[in-house]
């Protein structure tokens, strides 16, 4: 779903939203070789596919201050010609095998193990993110240029790469 807004030539903006699952029997090229090796279980029945993330949401918003109509009328030929573009994403975490407490090793380490029977059945944290960028024209010596400033993740957002299946979020030393 998405709705779309445009006022005159200074803002364009939009914000859009999605819900889907998917699953599968396979969710890497190698499942035969994990069934074989017993890590996995042969099943006929679709489970939860690595790559599934239910929720997405964007919200973009394109700001732009034309040529010769500074801003409230401020500053004219120094805060006019430039455009400001923000981009806000969250999407749902990762998909995991959770890991159950199977009992504890003899050297008293606890010992956990894949659910088979939940495979890929968690969801991560979620994952967000806010992108800035800022462009000015500016015209010198019959040319023009345009200067630019980038900001990714400007929140500084940790977004997990790899998952703790036993949290469900990303491992951070200390975690069993």
């Known amino acids: 779903m998405e709705y779309r807004k445009r006022i005159g030539q200074w803002f364009r903006g939009s914000v859009s939203g999605s819900y889907s699952v998917t699953t599968g029997k396979s969710s890497t090229p190698d499942q035969a070789v994990l069934v074989a090796r017993g890590i996995e279980d042969e099943t006929v029945k679709e489970n939860y596919v690595v790559w599934d993330r239910p929720f997405q949401f964007h919200v973009k918003a394109t700001f732009n201050v034309l040529k010769d109509r500074p801003l409230f009328g ?3 030929g120094i805060l006019d010609d430039y455009t400001v573009y923000v981009r806000a994403f969250y999407q ?11 009992g504890t090793l003899p050297n008293g380490r606890p010992n956990y ?3 088979r029977t939940n495979l890929l059945g968690g969801i991560g944290e979620r994952w967000f993110w806010i992108d800035l960028n800022i462009e000015k024209s500016v ?8 200067l630019s400033l980038q900001v990714k993740n400007l929140l500084d957002e940790k977004n997990s790469a790899i998952l703790n299946p036993v949290t469900g979020r990303a491992y951070e030393f200390g975690d069993p």
């Not at 749902?92 to 199977?102: E, F, M, Q, V």
């Not at 015209?139 to 345009?146: D, I």
């Open 74 to 76: 401020f500053a004219p």
């Open 92 to 102: 749902s975490g990762k998909r995991y095998t959770p890991a159950i407490l199977d």
């Open 113 to 115: 193990v894949s659910d």
């Open 139 to 146: 015209r010198f010596a019959g040319l023009e240029f345009v």
